[in-house]
């Protein structure tokens, strides 16, 4: 292949201010400071790395950021999930078309145009000053938007799961906790939903490792994540291949991990004697 | 102490019972047997309020079930219920079966309700089990815990839902021998099952239904020996042959 293209993986490298015998990028480029790219200061996490260059910090601050977005995120989607969930079983009518109403609302509509809306729109429809605080004095509002979108976005498919979780167990159950004294709240509490988390770890974790690679949607509002460093270092190095590989392989070191803590998970709740149930 | 009064029943159109009556007294065993489809689960099922009826009365103790003001949670935990498939709780062991409702719904401490969850395995001849799941036990082995279970809960009265359909034959003894002992020790019961056996040995009475309507209900002794209707003769014929 004919392709001219100065490989440099060293750019990733932090390297030394001494040793380094380019020292060639000042100390002031943005993300380190400056507020010519993204958001300004309060965007790159100081890693307290010494690098001739600040790439290497890039990289360390946009998986940060990635990691923090999306576990901050999936508490929500976690909790407004389960709740969703839950609702969309129960006898009461209402509840359950609010529930429904949720899920195909989140469902439904483009993750990217979600984020536009609780951005751009959003404040816009709030009484003013709250509108004019989320503005102007919450700090880093793009995160904390990049935080609430996806965690609801992700809570519709995480309610559609539990639904299907505690629909898969025999009206027997329900029945025999009823029969014994036990309220629909406990019912839930002690039977249904033990049961159904276990039932549904693994489309649980595919959401999960989901939340992390839709985090980078989050560029577009701003939020100086692992995908939007790795272009900002880009721009500056024009060593796509370089900084694109790396950011690959976090993102696919993220979500191993991931996945290995819910296979322990998933072996630790495991049900003694049963195959179908919590997987083997 | 069970009175059921022209209880009717649709699932919309579809009527699965029909002006159905009878009574069962205090330590008395009734059998309620019939062709599947005939309305003998739901019957049962509404005698502790999990299947609503829409006409007729039930009182269970002197308590309308189908009163609106009446505390179902606190009806139900008096009244034992086993099922067709056990319903033991598969993430908990059957020690914690027995527990749950024991301290959820009577507010036992937890020794006191292991103490008596144990005293009950050992009467169910299962005390070596008692860390085991259910998906770890036979099918006779968890209906028995399941009936450990119930009497836990120290009922007035307890339901039988078709106990030993879902097991295989050589295990079925073993729950009816539990069973039995109950009987004779007093038990009030209403048992729906296809275990003629049983109902010859232990039962005072048997109610025969068909399509939503108790077409029988007589005295053992009359229901083997005579039975009136057609259905009720035609149904044993095909029953006893075996």
């Known amino acids: 292949m004919a392709m001219k293209y100065n490989w440099d993986w060293s750019i990733l490298l932090c390297r030394s201010p001494e040793a380094d015998p380019i020292g060639a990028v000042e100390p002031t480029t943005p993300g380190s400071g400056s507020t010519e790219f993204g958001g300004g200061a309060g965007q790159t996490f100081d890693t307290g790395a010494e690098c ?15 990691v923090i977005v999306a576990s901050a995120a999936w508490v929500i989607t976690f909790s407004l999930g389960s709740v969703i969930g839950v609702s969309r079983t129960v006898e009461n009518r209402t509840v359950r078309a609010i529930a429904t109403a949720y899920v195909e609302i989140f469902r439904n509509v483009p993750l990217l145009l979600q984020m536009f809306i609780w951005f751009f729109v959003v404040p816009e429809l709030l009484p003013e000053d709250a509108g004019r605080w989320i503005k102007r004095e919450l700090p880093l509002p793009e995160y904390w938007t990049a935080i609430v979108c996806l965690g609801m976005y992700h809570a519709s498919r995480t309610a559609e799961q539990v639904r299907a979780g505690i629909e898969s167990i025999p009206r027997g159950q329900t029945h025999a906790g ?5 309220t629909r709240t406990q019912v839930y509490r002690y039977v249904l939903l033990p049961v159904s988390y276990r039932i549904i770890i693994p489309p649980l974790t595919s959401d999960f490792m989901g939340i992390f690679k839709n985090s980078s949607v989050a560029l577009t509002i701003g939020v100086m994540e692992l995908t939007a460093q790795s272009r900002q270092i880009a721009e500056y190095t024009f060593n796509i291949f370089e900084v694109f590989t790396a950011a690959t392989l976090c993102y696919m070191t993220v979500t191993l991990i991931v996945v290995t803590i819910m296979r322990f998970v998933e072996a630790r709740v495991r049900i003694p004697g049963t195959i179908a149930l919590g997987g083997d | 102490m069970i009175e059921i009064e022209n209880v009717s029943k649709w699932y919309g159109d579809f009527q699965v019972l ?61 009244i034992g219920m086993l099922f067709q498939n056990f319903e033991l709780f598969p993430h908990m062991t059957a020690l914690e079966n027995i527990c749950l409702a024991q301290t959820k719904v009577l507010g036992r401490e937890d020794d006191e309700a292991e103490e008596r969850g144990m005293k009950l395995l050992e009467r169910v001849d299962l005390v ?39 097991l295989d034959p050589e295990m079925i003894n073993e729950v009816l021998d539990v069973m039995v002992e109950l009987a004779n020790e007093g038990m009030t019961m209403i048992v729906v099952t296809h275990e003629m056996g049983f109902a010859r040995k232990v039962a005072d009475r048997v109610v025969f239904m068909d399509e939503g309507r108790i077409e029988e209900d007589a005295t053992k002794d009359d229901f083997f020996g005579t039975p009136r209707g057609d259905r009720a003769q035609l149904f044993l014929s095909k029953i006893l042959e075996h």
């Open chain 1, 52 to 66: 001739a260059q600040p790439y290497f910090e890039w990289i360390v601050s946009g998986l940060s950021w990635t």
């Open chain 1, 178 to 182: 009823l029969a014994m004294g036990l």
């Open chain 2, 18 to 78: 029909n002006h159905c009556s009878t009574a069962v007294d205090k330590g008395e065993v009734v059998v309620v047997c019939g062709p599947s489809g005939s309305g003998k689960s739901t019957l049962i099922k509404c005698v502790n309020g999990l299947e609503p009826f829409q006409e007729g009365k039930i009182t269970v103790d002197g308590v309308s079930v189908g009163d609106k003001s009446t505390n179902l949670p606190r009806l139900r935990s008096q």
């Open chain 2, 128 to 166: 070596e089990h008692a860390a085991k799941h259910p998906a770890q036990l036979s099918g006779g082995q968890q209906q028995r815990v399941a009936i450990a279970r119930a009497l836990a809960m120290d009922p007035i009265a307890m339901l039988f839902d078709e106990p030993t359909s879902a």
